[in-house]
């Protein structure tokens, strides 16, 4: 066992020890009712095109179980044992052409013009307005959004704007114009795409606790195009002092989202004039389907949680899901910039497993594998001192090294890391933990891979140290046996601004690594000795194939020659030679060996799935139910059929509001769902679990500024009560939303109109 102590470079071999393999003490005969991971016992993942996949769900022997992407197309009726699932899939932006339409008043006609072209119907929604009821900010541009729909001027009897579109159907009355003819550019852009060119990875480096949010998604979608100089330098410094985390309250901080919108679309250059939902349909079959369901507001079923919550309903511990997807994979298999494409993506949320998942139905995060302890912050504005044993990476090559002295920091979050061994039989050590820091430090250079540059840019701008200091033991009995599990304890130095919120700056530069540091070294490796890339776009750059562990046998004999010589130096990367000996490299390196010889592939992880079989067609995963997997069957069931709320009514009671609500629920028949709508109390079950409500509001003057937000609180008498501070006398809009236990996914919103005098 470990003993607890301050971890320097001398020190990192003692704190190999703290690998947390489950350990049984004693033993039974008998099976236990405990399974770690997750449902089923084997998924197995198809592409399929929508007529195959609506010919599978029919598929007596094997039927499919669930298709995602898009919906399944069917020749006569949809059978009805299906249920869809919604979600937002992308949004719709026209841009105007410059080279015609010079004044702002022309193209901001000529935007109302071509959104009033839209052929909207069932997927497809009319949306003046880049946040949509999919965003969880939009409660914060709730009077907007109202407004814009208000104010909308008629569309032009004899249209005299021409507008194209990039794809069939999204226009009535598409002009095709094509060259310099058009006025207005209509497109759709995927989530997908957008959060992707934003930077942001929900691979092996941890994404931006905003990556979900309206204004974040609306300053990458617009900000390109905005013409004006001062309106491109606000937008700038908004989204800068939004992504610093300097906004000191809930009322700044709104003020400033809504005024980088603002920023964003007051020259009219380009516009959001809708949204397309995504229907992705499951088996609701009463023997053969799937329940447990949960749904991301933004990428529907290709999540992590929902991969960890889906269950069968025959076999509701074990069996074998069958998943459809609607494109077949095409980006590399490689956690660092890889794993890009929608199959990709399902790939990574089975077999990953990273220390946050997005929360399927908010912009918020879930601990998965690190947990954070609490700490004792400084003032606001204060800074601390990072001490000096901690261990920072070098610039250019990465190689850690002890801080020093007079090293400040504006904040420190302490992790309890739920380690476990990878799937090649190493034990997770302190370098897997540390060496992601300094892995990010040597390629997050700008020169070196610009879409790793952009992935970790909050990690290498706010990461400041990081020191082990010890290890928690933890006791499991099941039945007659009990399993031990060591997790390390990890401080994380930051110069986050955001010193009050420990969720969010915990999402910055976690200490963890899904895959173990051997692997992360020989994918550094075959990227220095130029035998890969490690993005798509490195790739094209350099004419070199895009680094796949998995998919390109070339590749997997070039590795596996690496390790062959890895094994016999006993190499370690150079950041890691103060932190591991040649013998411990050596046997990783054969371990590495072993696994790749006995499954054809190098996709190691420490996550709930192992890649067992994959061509093109097909792709199998099977659980890991090893008891030193530290994560049990049920831990996300939480998100399953999250409950909504209707704020039913608002009255005022001098400076206090008043609000009521009701609830609508999944109440469990046998082995379906059905949903209720009843009245909220303090005691109302979603099942067994009790429901958490998280009010929020905002008060709005008549010059469109917000003048007050926050929560409110529950009265004995069930309302929610908000006590407003004193207002300047004018009129006011107040508006409302209650979030049970958090889902904020299209709400039902409450609003009051008052004057105060």
């Not at 195959?52 to 298709?67: I, S």
């Not at 290709?302 to 991969?307: H, I």
């Not at 701008?461 to 009990?482: L, P, S």
Request: hydrophobic share 45%; aromatic share 8%; proline share 8%.
């Amino acid at each position: 066992m470990f003993t607890p102590g301050l971890l320097t470079r001398q020190g990192v071999l003692a704190a190999a020890m703290l690998s947390a393999a489950a350990v049984p003490v004693a033993r039974a005969g008998h099976e236990i009712s405990y399974y770690p991971s997750f449902y089923p016992q084997e998924i197995r993942i198809e592409p399929l095109d929508p007529d195959a996949a609506a010919r599978e769900f029919g598929n007596a022997k094997d039927p499919l179980h669930a298709y995602l992407g898009t919906a399944p197309r069917f020749a006569a009726d949809v059978p009805a044992n299906l249920k869809s699932a919604v979600s937002l899939r992308s949004l719709i932006v026209a841009r105007i052409n410059p080279q015609r339409l010079a004044g702002r008043d022309a193209r901001c006609r000529a935007l109302v013009e071509a959104a009033s072209r839209l052929a909207t119907g069932p997927d497809v929604v009319a949306h003046a307005y880049p946040i949509t009821p999919y965003h969880a900010d939009y409660l914060d541009h709730i009077d907007r959004v109202l407004d814009r729909h208000r104010d909308a001027p008629p569309a032009a009897p004899e249209p005299t704007t021409r507008v194209r579109a990039d794809s069939d159907g999204l226009l009535a009355g598409n002009d095709g114009s094509d060259g310099a003819s058009w006025d207005v550019d209509v497109r759709e852009v995927t989530i997908d795409t957008l959060t992707r060119d934003a930077g942001v990875s929900f691979n092996t480096w941890p994404g931006p606790p905003w990556a979900k949010d309206g204004w974040f998604q609306a300053y990458h979608l617009l900000r390109p195009v905005v013409s004006d100089p001062i309106d491109a330098r606000r937008a700038d410094e908004i989204h800068d002092l939004l992504t610093g985390g300097d906004t000191r309250d809930d009322t700044r901080r709104i003020g400033l989202e809504r005024d980088l919108v603002t920023a964003l679309t007051r020259g009219c250059d380009s516009a959001v004039i809708g949204y397309r939902l995504r229907r992705e349909a499951y088996s609701d079959d009463f023997s053969n389907g799937i329940e447990n369901i949960a749904v991301d507001s933004q990428s529907g079923f290709n999540s992590p949680v929902v991969m960890r919550t889906l269950k069968l309903k025959d076999l509701p511990w074990n069996g074998w899901m069958r998943l459809g997807i609607d494109t077949p994979a095409a980006a590399a298999w490689n956690p660092i910039a890889g794993f890009t494409d929608a199959a990709g993506r399902l790939v990574w949320s089975i077999v990953g497993d990273n220390a946050f998942l997005p929360i399927p139905y908010n912009s918020l995060w879930v601990a998965n594998r690190t947990r954070i302890k609490p700490v004792e912050a400084p003032a606001a504005g204060r800074s601390l001192r990072v001490p000096p044993d901690a261990l920072i990476p070098e610039p250019q090559n990465g190689r850690l090294v002890p801080a020093g002295a007079d090293h400040g920091a504006m904040t420190k979050i302490v992790y309890r890391v739920l380690a476990s061994p990878f799937q090649d039989g190493t034990a997770m050590e302190a370098a897997d933990l540390v060496y992601p820091y300094a892995f990010a430090a040597k390629w997050g250079a700008t020169t070196a891979d610009a879409e790793i540059a952009a992935a970790t840019r909050p990690m290498r701008e706010q990461f400041k140290g990081v020191r082990i200091t010890g290890a928690e033991e933890t006791a499991i009995a099941i039945g007659d046996r009990v399993f031990t599990y060591r997790s390390p304890i990890v401080e994380v130095y930051l110069d986050a601004m955001a010193v009050a919120d420990d969720h969010r700056n915990a999402l910055v530069a976690p200490p963890w690594s899904a895959i173990p540091w051997h692997l992360l070294a020989l994918m550094d490796a075959a990227v220095t000795r130029r035998l890969a890339a490690f993005s798509e776009s490195e790739a094209r750059r350099r004419n070199l194939p895009w680094l796949d562990l998995v998919r390109d046998p070339a590749q997997r004999i070039a590795l596996r020659a690496l390790i062959t010589e890895f094994a016999a130096s006993g190499y370690r990367p150079p950041a890691l030679e103060d932190l591991v000996d040649a013998a411990a490299a050596t046997a990783r390196w054969q371990a590495l060996a072993r696994f790749v010889d006995a499954h054809d592939h190098l996709l190691v992880t420490n996550g709930p799935y192992q890649l067992r079989r994959f061509s093109p067609d097909v792709y199998t995963f099977d659980v890991v139910r090893e008891f030193s997997y530290p994560v049990g069957l049920g831990t996300f069931d939480f998100f399953a059929y999250p409950a909504t709320a209707f704020v039913t009514g608002i009255e005022r009671d001098g400076p206090r509001m008043l609000a009521t609500a009701e609830a609508e629920i999944a109440l469990k028949q046998q082995r379906d769902h059905r949903l209720v709508r009843i009245a909220f109390k303090p005691d109302t079950l979603r099942e067994t679990l009790p429901i958490r409500p998280v009010p929020r509001y905002i008060v709005v003057g008549a010059d469109g500024r917000v003048v007050a937000a926050g929560g409110a609180r529950r009265d004995e008498d069930g309302r929610f009560a908000v006590s407003l501070a004193p207002l300047p006398a004018g009129d006011y809009r107040f508006f409302m939303a209650v979030f049970l236990d958090g889902n904020t996914v299209d709400p039902a919103i409450g609003r009051l109109d008052f004057r105060s005098e």
